[in-house]
C-alpha cells in the first residue's frame, strides 16, 4: 500500500541512493495487503489503516470459508472476532480450532492471540428491554476484544424511566454511550437528554406489527431531539462496540 | 333513522293503534337525518348517534361550500366548529358571519350557539416542543368547544425532561392526557409510563430529513414500550381533541 | 421514587424533626422500585405509578427468563399477566407454576392471586372477521384481568354490515368499544360513525398481498373520517385491553 | 393494421385474385394507423382497436401540443376529450376552438362533434365527501362523453352512513357503481357489501398526515372485504369513467 | 333486513290491516339475515343483496370452523366455495364431506348443490407465466362456480409478444377479460391497448427483488397508460374471478 | 412471425406469382414461432427476434414443468440454460437429462449442445464480498453459456479498496464490466469512476436491518454520482451476464 | 494519478538513472489531476480513466458555481456539456459565454471546442409518450455530443403498440437502445422482447398518484420479464446517454 | 434539578444540621432548570447536564419566538446558536440584536458572549460534492462555535477518488471525520476503510428520483461495509458537529 507520502518519497529516496532496485521497489509497492483466498481477499493491511484487524462477518459465510479466513488470519499472528455465527458454524470452526471461544448469546466466537490491555476509560452499553440481550452482548464483546472496559446497564426502558435514573451515575462515568433499544427506541433520546458524552444509538428489531423490523426505531434514533447521538444499522451490536472503542481510545493516544 | 328496535316497535304500535297512518310512518321512517346541499348531506342526526355535532373540515372545500354547511348548522340551532380553515377562507366567511371567531394559531373557527358548560375534570394537553403549538391550540380548542377544562403543558419534550417533571403534577390531575410531539415523538413513551390515565398520542410533522413528514413520531408512538397509549393521524389536534371529551365526558355520564 | 412533592417534603420534615437520619432517607429515596435480575428490571412500582402491576410481554424472552420475573412479580404479591406466549414456552412456566391458567387462543397466560371484582360498567370487543380472534381474545381477557366486564361481538365485518347493526344495542350500552378488524380495517369507521363512546381500533395483519402485514388496516383507522377513533398498533390486543381497562375505570374513580 | 386475420385472408386473397397489386397490399399493410406529429404519434386506429377514440392526458403537454393533437382529431372527425386541463391552458385552446367546453371542476375540455346518445342504464357515481368532487366529476363527465347516464350520490362517507342508505335505490339501479372516497375509502367495501352489480373503486388524494397522498384509501379498497370491487389509480376518475362505460355498453351490445 | 323501503311499507301496511300483529313484525324486521356460529356469523342474506352466496376465505380459519360454516351454508342450500385452503385443511374437510371438491392447483373446495347452467359468453383468463397458474386457476373456478364460460390463454408474457397475437382472437371474443402477472405485469397494459372489453388486472407475487412480494407488477397496473384497467389486490384469482362473473352477467339480465 | 417487412413482401409476390397458395400463406404467417404446452408456450421464435434462445426462469416452475420445456427446446435443437433451480428439482432433471450440468454455487442447470466458441474479449465480474459469489456465479455461468470469457475478481469491497487497485488491470482489460455487492453497494460507484467502459451494476439482498432485501445496494447504485453505470434487479446475476453479453458481442459483430 | 504500474515503473527506472531527481518524481507523482476551486474540485484527469471529460451537473450549484467550473473546463480545452440548467442560471451563464448552446427542452448547455465526429452507428431513443420529451432530449444531446447519431423514435407507448411496430426497422438497425418511459413503464419489456441490442431503461416521473414520482416505471422496468435490460436513475436521460455512447465506442474500439 | 446524589445527601445534610429549612429546600430541590416563556420552556439546567447550553432549532419558530429565547440565553450569559434560519427571519433578529452574525451558506445564527478556545485537534468535514455544503458549513460552524478547529476538504467524492487521495493526510491528521454526502452516499464507506478515527456520516437531500429525499444515502451509510461509522438524520449538519466536538474534547478532558 502506498498512498502515504513519506513512505513513497523513502523508497523513491533509496532508488536514488541505489539502495534499492527498481524491481524490488515495484514489488515492495506491489505488497498487495491482502492474501487471496479464492472466494476472499483477507486484508491484512487492515491494522496499518485503521488501527484493527479484520473483522469476519459470518453471515452468508460457509463454515468452511470462515475456517480459510480464521486460518489466514491465526497464520498473520491477527486476534479473530467472527460475528453472527450459527451455533452449527460455530461448532464446525470449534471442530478445527478447539481454542477459540463461543459466546451463544451474543453469537460471536473470538481467539485472543494476542493480549489487549483493557483501557481504564469504561463504555455504558444501556438497553431498553431483556430482548435486546443478543444485541448488547455483540456490543460488549466487540468492545471488550478491543481492550475497553464495559458498564453493562440493562432493562431500564422508558416505560419505567426510575430504573434509568438509578443507573444514571453509571452512565455518566463511562466515556461513551451506547444506547440500545427496540419497538419505539425512546430511550436514545432521554439518555442523549441527560449525558454530556457522545451517545452511539442501536435500533433493534424487537417488535411486532408497525416497527416493521427495526424502522420504527431506527427513525426515532435518527430524529432524537436530543443532540449528540449518532445511530449505526438495525442490530448492529458489532458497529456501535467498534466505534465506541474508537472513540474510547481516542482518550488513552492524547494522554 | 331507524336502528333502534324501540323507536321501531314504538312506531309500528302506533300504526297497530291507528295513531299513524303507514304513510306518515313511512315519512318519519325515511327522514333522511341530513339536509341535502348539492356539494354536500350535512348531517343533522349525527348529535342524536354520537353525541356531538358534525364538525366541518375545512380543506379541500371552497369558502362558499363551507359558508353553505356553517347556514345549515346554524339554521339547526347546532354550534360550529371549522377545522383547517386558511386565513383566507376565515376572512370570507368573517365577512357574512361577522360573530363567528377565528383562532389563528389552530386555524379554526367557532361559534358557540348554545352555553357548553366545562366540566370540572380537565383535559392535560403537553406538547414537545414549540413547533407543535398549532396541533395543540386544535385540541385545546377542539376540548374546549364541547365543555372540557384544559391545562396546558408545552415545551417539555424529552431533551430536557426535568422541564416535564417539575409539570407532572399538573398532568398527573387530569383525566385525560394528549402528548403532541414530532420529530421523534418519544415524549408519550415517557409520559405514558408516568401516569395511570389514558393517553392520547399525537404526532406531528414536524421535522425533517428522515421524519418523512410524521412518519417518524407515528411509528414511535404505535409501537410504545409503555402502555396506555392511543394514536391518531400525524397532525391530528382535531381528532385527539374529540377523543378525549368524550372520554373525560364518561366520568360526567356516570357520576 | 421521588417525583411526588408531598412525599419529598414529608421526607425533609422527618430529617429536620429528627425523626429520619441523612442515611436512612437516601435509602429510602434511593429505593430503586424495582428488582434487579440481571437480564431484567421488574418495575415493582408501576402500580404506584400506573395504577396496573407491570404486564410481561413473552415474545423474545426465553422461558427460564419469563418463569424469573413470574417468580418476582409473585413475591411482590402482584397479579400476573404474560402475552405473547407460545405454547412451549407455556408448559415450561406451568411446569413451574401449575396453578397458571395458558388460554391457548389469546397465547396468555394469567394468575390472579388478588381478585379484581369487575365493574359493572362493560367494553364492547367487535371485530370484522373469524381470522381476528386470537387479538380480540388477547384485548378480552387482558380487560377481563383488570377488572372489567366484556361484551364479544365478532365476524361483523361490513361485507355484511346488517350483522353490525343487529347488535348495536349491545355495542352502545358499553362505555368504550374496541373494533378489531384486518384487511381493509373499514369496520372502525362504519362503528365510529354510529356510536358516542370512545372507539380504539386494532389493525390486524390478517389479509394478503396489498395489506403488507397490517398496514392497510393501520392507515384506514388513522385516517378515518368518523370521529373519535385512536388506534393502537397492528396486532395489539393487549393494547387496546389495557387503554380501554383505563378509560373504563374512570366513570367508577368519578362516582 | 394487421393483427386479424380475416382481414389478412382476404388482402391475400386479393393479390392471388390479382385484384391487388402486391405494392398496393404493402401499402395497406403498412398503413400505420397513427399520424406522426413530430412530439406525437396520434392514434388514429384505436376506435377500430378498443371502441373509442384516443383520449388526450393534458398534464405535462404544452397548449401547443394539445393543440395539434386537436387539430388532428378534429380533422379525422373524432370527438375530443382532454383530461387534467390547468386554466391556463384550457385558455388558450378555446381561443381557437372556441366551441369546446372547458368543465373547470373536472378540469376537463371536451368537443362533441359526433352525437353519442345516452343508453338508458345509468353508471352511479358515489362519493364520501364534498372534497372528492374534482375527480367525481372527471368520472361524471368521461362517462357522459362515451354516451352514458350518470346518477350522483355525492357526499354519503360512513361517518354518517344513514345518508348511504337513503340514495341505496338510486345506486342499486344503475348498472355499474364508481365509489370515490379520499382519507380512509371505507365507502367502498360499505357500498360493496350492499349491491350486485359490479363497483369500481376510486381513492383520491383527499386527507392529510398518514394517508400519503392517497396511499391509505388505495390499500384500503385493494384489501376490502366485500367482492366486486375493482380499483384505479389515486384521482383516476377518467379511468373509472371509462371502465364503466366499457361494462355499461356491454348490456347493449348483447341485447 | 329492512333497508328496502317497498318491504317496510308493506310490513305497515299489513300492520294497519291487522294481517301482522306489532310482536311479529318486529320478529320480521330483526330476522338477522346470518346464522350465528359463535366465532362467525354466517351471512345468510348475501345472494338476497349481492346476487351471490357467502364464499369463505379459508386462510387464517381453523379446519373446524371451515366446517362449521360449510354446514351452515349446507343446511341453507346453498352452492359452497371455499379459497385458499391449504391440503391439510382441505383433508380434514374431505373425510366429513367427502362429495366436496378439492382443486389443488387453485387450492379451492367447491360443492355444487345447486346445478348452475353456464353462460354463453365468456371470460377470457390470459397469464404472462406458468409460474401464474394458482392465481389463473383460483379465477377460473371461481367464475366456472357462478355460471360463466372460461378461455384459459397462459403464457403469453412480453418477452415473447407474438404468442399473444396469436390467441388474440379467443380474448377478442369473450365479454370480460382477466389478465394475471407477477414481476413487472407489463401485459395489462398491453392487453388494455387491444380490446374493447374491460380488463380486470391480477398482479401476482411471482419474481424476486425489487419485486417487494407483488407492489411492482400491482403499481404498473394502476398507473396502466392503456385505459379500461381496473386492478384487484396481490394474487387475488377469486376477487378477479368474482368481479369478471358480475360483469358478464349484465350481458344476461338486459337481454 | 410477420413483423418484418421483407419477409411479408416476399409472401405477397409469391402469392402474386402463385407460388403459394393463399392457404399455405396464411399457415406460414399463422406460424405462431413457439410451441404450446398447455402449461407454457416455449418460444421458438426468440433466437431470430433476440440472438439467443429463451432461459427458463426455474422459480415457481415444478420439477415436470421444467421437464416439459426443456423437453421441446432439446427437440428444437436448442443450448438449455435454466436459473434458480434448486437441487431437489436439479435431481428430477438430472435424473432424466443425466448429461446435463449442475452447477450448485450458481443454481444453474446447462446443457450445450451446440459449441458456442468464446469470444476473446473478456467481461470482468467484481464482486464486493464473499457472500456475493451465488450472484456472481449465476452472471458467470451466464455469460460463458453465451460465449463470453469471464475474468473473475472476487472480494474487493471499498472497506478495503486496495483490494480493488490490485486487480485495476484485469478490469481495465475487459470489455464490459460487471460490480455486484450487498449491503451498501458502494464498490459500483468506486468502479464506475475508474473505468472507461460500460459498468453493469447488481445489488445483492446481502446484509441485514435497513438493508431491506437489497434496496439499500440497489438505491445507491441508481443515485450513483459516477457516470457510465446501469443496473438490474436485486440479486438478478442472470440478467447482468445476458446484458453483458448483449454488448461484449456488439464488438465482434462490428469487426 | 499514478495507478497504472507502467508508469510507475517508469518513473522509478528514471530516478535510478539519475535522470529525475526524488523531488521532482514526488510532484509528478502528486500532480493531483484536478484543479481546485474553493467550492469544488474540478476532475481533469477524467478523460484519461473513463474517456470522457467530467461533466456538469447544473441542479444544486449556483450559477457562479457553475461558471467557474465551466472557465476551468475551457482553459484545459475540454469540451462542456452542463445538465439541468434553468433558464435563470442558463442566461446567467449566456451573458458570460455567448457562444455556449442552450436546449431549453432538454435544459442543457454545451460548448464543442474540440470536434467530436459521429460514429456511423446509432442509438434508438425511444419514447411511450409526449410528457418524456424532456428527458429523451436530455439522452439525445448526450450522446450526440459524445460522437454518437441518434434516431429519435417517441410517442410509442403500449397504448397504441401498432405505433411501435410501425418503427421497429428504425430501431433494430441501431447498436444500442434507450427506452424511455413513465405511468407503468412497459414499454421497455416490449422493446426488450423485440430486439438483439443492449436496451438501457430510463424511468420517468411522468403520472400521479400510485406511480409515486416515478417509482412505479422504475419497478416495471427492474422486474422486466425480458432479458437484456438495465436501468438508470428516475428521469437519468444523461446516464442513459452516456452509458449508451460507451457501448456504441465499444463498436468502433473493435474495429 | 435533583437527579444527582450528592447534591441530594449535601442537601438533606443541610436539613438535619438545621442549616437550611425544609422550605428552603423544597425550593431548591424544586428549582425547575429552566424559564418559562409560554410558548417554549428555556433549558437553562443543560450546560450543567449536557456540557453545551441549547441550541435554537430555527425552523417552525416564528422571529418573534426565536428573538424571546435569544432574549433568555443572553440574559442567562449564554452563547446564542440558532440553526435553520431563513434569511427573513435572520433580518427580524439581527434587528434587535445588530451583534450577531448571520452565516447564509450555513443559515445559521451565532453570538459568542463568552470566548471558547479552539482545541488543537482539529475536525475533519469532507464532502461528496459542491452542492452539500450548506450541510457542511452548518457542521463546521456548529463545531467552531463548541471550540474546535475544523479542516473542510470539499468535493472529493467517488466519482474522481484521486482527490480524495490528495487530501488523505489532513483527514487522517484530524480526531474525528465528517463525511457528508448525497445521491449515493459511497464516500462514507470509502473513507471508513482509509482512516482510524470515527467517522461521523451525513447523509444529505442532494439527488433526484430514486434517491427519495435523501433516504438513498442514509440507506447507503447505515449499510456500510466499512466498520467506525454512525450516521445521523438527512441534512443534520448541526448534529454531526455536535456528536464530532463531543468527540474531539473527550481527548482534551483525559490530558
Request: hydrophobic share 45%.
Amino acid at each position: 500500500m502506498v498512498e502515504k507520502e513519506d513512505e513513497m518519497a523513502s523508497i523513491l529516496q533509496k532508488i536514488a541512493d541505489h539502495e534499492l532496485s527498481v524491481d524490488m521497489a515495484m514489488n515492495q509497492l506491489k505488497d498487495p495487503g491482502f492474501v487471496e483466498l479464492n472466494y476472499a481477499k483477507v486484508d491484512t493491511d487492515r491494522p496499518h489503516r485503521t488501527g484493527y484487524p479484520e473483522v469476519i462477518y459470518g453471515e452468508g459465510k460457509t463454515a468452511s470459508q470462515i475456517l480459510g479466513i480464521i486460518q489466514t488470519m491465526v497464520s498473520a499472528e491477527m486476534n479473530v472476532l467472527v460475528t453472527r455465527v450459527s451455533p452449527e458454524k460455530a461448532a464446525a470452526v470449534l471442530a478445527v480450532y478447539p481454542k477459540m471461544i463461543y459466546h451463544d448469546t451474543a453469537q460471536i466466537l473470538t481467539w485472543q492471540s494476542i493480549d489487549v490491555p483493557p483501557l481504564p476509560s469504561a463504555i455504558a452499553i444501556v438497553t431498553a428491554g431483556t430482548s435486546d440481550l443478543r444485541v448488547a452482548e455483540e456490543a460488549a464483546l466487540t468492545a471488550e476484544a478491543f481492550g475497553n472496559s464495559v458498564s453493562r446497564v440493562y432493562d431500564v426502558g422508558v416505560a419505567g424511566i426510575h430504573r434509568l435514573f438509578a443507573r444514571l451515575d453509571v452512565i455518566r462515568q463511562s466515556q461513551v454511550v451506547i444506547v440500545i433499544a427496540g419497538m419505539e427506541g425512546a430511550l436514545a433520546s432521554v439518555v442523549g437528554g441527560l449525558v454530556d458524552k457522545p451517545v452511539i444509538a442501536v435500533p433493534t428489531s424487537v417488535g411486532y406489527g408497525a416497527n416493521f423490523g427495526g424502522m420504527s426505531a431506527l427513525l426515532t434514533m435518527l430524529n432524537s431531539c436530543a443532540s449528540g447521538i449518532t445511530v449505526v444499522n438495525i442490530d448492529n451490536g458489532f458497529g456501535a462496540g467498534y466505534s465506541a472503542s474508537q472513540i474510547n481510545h481516542l482518550t488513552e493516544n492524547t494522554k
